[in-house]
């Protein structure tokens, strides 16, 4: 699909092709492979050097408050994404990046929540670069920081705006159907309706995580058996920068598995920005 411009102006519509999306995603993802911390979010600096990327691989006229905005929308998905991972029922195919639920559970979930579907039984469109960007932030609900606005804040008239093409609507509620202005809940019982749903939510993914926690003394998060093998036959580096990359995968497995998933090509941008930093002038 062709990309479509929006307006330069950071109040104007932006549209976003699926492309011109993985190219954004793939862009901050390398900043975080860096060692940039993002547990408070993308400073503004990082922002507009992302923009100026997007418009000279794509001829455009982004600005880093319209990918700030974009951002926020894959931030969301993600944060579905992570309380669905939550249900009772639900498992995750972690070589696949699914959600995985039987017939059953499947069925019952969606015929109150139809908007869900497209996140069950299916591999999540760039779930490796959303772990890697959004991992350290869903604690604390930073993301996207800038000078002037409060880190977190859903901004309504921006997601308004932009056209996402990420089959994902950022205004995606839990919605249970068309009803009458006469039987529709008033806003104060829907919210109360809403923070029972999240409470209970809450206590489920306290047990899950806990279950988790004792399967990774079993299981421990691993990284791909020939990582280390793949990281020596890639050109231009010396041993002990490949074995200093290697350690660095290792303390960050999401990272490593992010890696590990990249295209060849990709792999030696993220390894030459790594040595860079931390072997500047060599």
Known sequence: MDAVEGLGG??????????????MLTHLCNLVATGLKTSKGFKKVHLNACA???????????????VKNHLKTWQKRFAKI?????????????????????????????????ADAKFFNKPLLHYREMETIFGNS?????FAKDSSAPLGRDDNDADSQEAEDT??????????????TASR?????????????ELIGAVKG????????????VHPDDLPPDLFPMLQSMPGFNSAHISYYFHYLVANPS?????????WENKLDWVSMYIAEKFPGQ
């Open 138 to 142: 869903m604690a604390t609900g930073n």
């Open 167 to 180: 089959g994902y609507d950022a205004s995606e509620g839990t919605t249970q159907g068309a009803t009458s």
């Open 206 to 217: 306290v047990g899950k995580d806990l279950a988790n926690a004792i399967q990774m003394v």
């Open 82 to 114: 992570t309380r669905l991972k939550k249900l009772s029922a639900a498992l995750f195919d972690e070589d696949n990046c699914m959600i995985t639920l039987d017939a059953e559970h499947y069925n019952n979930h969606i015929q109150d929540h139809k």
């Open 52 to 66: 100026r990327a997007i418009n000279e691989k794509f001829n455009t006229m982004r600005t880093g408050e319209q």
């Open 10 to 23: 950071t109040s104007g519509p932006s549209i976003w092709t699926s492309t011109m999306s993985a190219f």
């Open 255 to 263: 990272i490593g598995r992010a890696f590990y998933a990249l295209p």
């Open 185 to 197: 809940p008033s806003k104060r019982a829907k919210l109360a309706e809403i923070e029972e749903e």
